[in-house]
């Protein structure tokens, strides 16, 4: 099943518009009236990592970054290891004077009945990662993930039709403009995904095309001072006004909840005036959740459902359980939470991966039960390894965890960024949500290493691109 129609959509997108605009200036009058936010020391703490690791001290290059800090600084900020430096350029501009208004900054919304035409470079067709792998291949793997969970279709085309054109630009970038403007480009929307930035990844083929659909960042949103707070005062002004970048914006009246695992994520490790990748200007009011912010495990479930929200994508019909929507291009299957799968999600999601003990549904009892996992993921071969924790009625499930060794990393949280994986602990309320993602040691243990479930079942998911060990200690708990 399709979209509604064409006609329908473009009257619910002008209902859409108005109804952003009115909610969003009531969200943005209560966000202004809070002030700054003030960083509690614990907090603070737990999220500082220089001194877990001396790593931290270095830049990629291996030189000391206290003898070269003026550099950095620099580097830092010119060198956009984050999303879309030039995101806060060009957009800044845009939104002078409408910030707080629409999540689309013109008010022009694409219509998902249409396919959207696109086309990329020589250098992204021809490009390879630093990985070995085709980055056209990434692009378009992005595009399909966005095709499968919501509406839209992307087809590619080369000529004047293409209305979206990724480029490798290395002065803009990983930028995208935010919305459906025909001011931009002469009609094209030009996305720039700079392999010189670092942007040839899933995540970031996502993300800047989530924006050109009109999602703005989630640490942006006007709600988010109750699970998210930024130091200002730390926020570097090298090169232009960043601390604008996480000002209030971004209304949304069609409310899902706050994803710490949204794509629509900077690192909270970037962008510090000290120009180093230990220091966060961003704080997880939740400190569990300071180490999954970043997007970097691409779109969640609320970042698609979000969208098909916003867009009015729907199929009715089927009921689907455990949190699910029908599929809008799918009626006969539902979209499901992560750790969820089957037509109507009542079934629980299967490991992706050949390595032994990936994954796997367990029954657990009053006595500690130890696994151990050696999960040989690599680029090539992603693993998605998803432990299904069941325990009697009525009871918890508490779980220590610890990384063992992760093999070929070249950066755990060295720029705040799982670029190699991460071990997600969903020990939270809403199972549609993100759980607490990690990727080195260091940090599950600032965090304590201990979870509890809030009910008798907990599931545990790690995404590999590299070779992870882990152990996981559990036992039924009252
Ligand atoms: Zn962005």
């Known amino acids: 099943m399709t979209c509604e129609t064409r006609r329908l959509i473009k009257r619910e997108a002008q209902i859409t518009k108005d109804m952003v605009e ?17 960083i509690p020391n614990n907090l603070r703490k737990i999220a500082t990592l220089c001194d877990i690791d001396e790593d931290y001290n270095y830049d990629e290059d291996g030189e000391d970054t206290r003898r070269k800090n003026a550099t950095r600084k620099r580097r830092k900020a010119i060198r956009p290891s984050s999303y879309g430096i030039s995101e806060r350029i060009e957009n800044g501009r845009a939104r002078r004077g409408k910030r707080g208004s629409v999540i689309s900054e013109s008010g022009e919304w694409w219509d998902p009945a249409k396919p959207i035409y696109y086309d990329f470079d020589d250098k992204i067709a021809d490009g390879l990662t630093k990985h070995n792998q085709s980055f056209a291949k990434i692009l378009q793997r992005a595009l399909s993930t966005i095709e499968e969970n919501t509406c839209f279709t992307f ?23 935010q919305g459906k403007s025909s001011k931009y480009n002469e009609g094209k929307y030009k996305i720039s995904l700079s392999s010189a930035a670092d942007c040839w990844t899933f995540s970031t083929a996502v993300h800047e095309t989530f924006h050109v659909l009109g999602i703005a960042h989630e640490m942006a949103r006007p709600d988010r001072h109750e699970y998210l707070l930024v130091d200002d005062a730390s926020i570097t002004n090298a090169g232009g006004n960043w601390a604008g970048e996480f000002e209030y914006y971004g209304m949304i009246p069609f409310k899902s909840p706050f994803d710490y695992g949204s794509v629509m994520f900077y690192s909270p490790y970037d962008y510090h005036k000290s120009g180093k990748s230990c220091e966060p200007v961003m704080f997880a009011t939740d400190a569990r959740y300071q180490f999954t912010m970043s997007g970097e495990e691409g779109p969640t479930f609320y970042d698609f459902k979000q969208l098909n929200d916003i867009y009015k994508c729907s199929a009715s019909s089927l009921i689907c ?24 999600c009542n079934q629980l999601a299967p490991s992706i991966g050949l390595s032994p003990n990936c994954g796997g549904k367990y029954s657990v009892s009053n006595s500690w039960t130890n696994i151990t996992a050696d999960i040989k993921g690599s680029y090539d071969n992603e693993h998605k390894c998803i432990w299904h924790f069941t325990s009697p009625a009525n009871s918890r499930i508490q779980l220590k965890a610890k990384i063992i060794n992760i093999e070929n990393v070249t950066e755990c949280n060295h720029d ?5 994986g991460s071990l997600e602990i969903k020990a939270i309320k809403d199972l549609s949500q993100t759980g607490y993602r990690f990727c080195c040691d260091e940090t599950l243990t600032k965090v304590g290493n201990t979870f509890e479930s809030p ?15 882990i152990s996981l200690v559990f036992r039924a708990i009252n």
């Open 155 to 177: 087809i590619r085309n080369k000529g004047p039709s293409a209305k979206i054109l990724y480029v490798d630009d290395a002065k803009l970038g990983c930028f995208s403009p």
């Open 455 to 469: 009910s008798n079942y907990l599931p545990v998911i790690l995404h590999a691109r590299q070779h992870f060990k």
């Open 321 to 344: 359980e455990n949190g699910g929507y029908t599929n809008p291009k799918n009626g006969q299957k539902c979209n499901c939470p992560s750790n969820y799968a089957g037509a109507t």
């Open 22 to 38: 009115k909610e969003g200036q009531r969200q943005l009058a209560v966000a202004k009236s809070l002030g700054k936010d003030i």
């Open 416 to 420: 705040g960024y799982c670029r190699d």
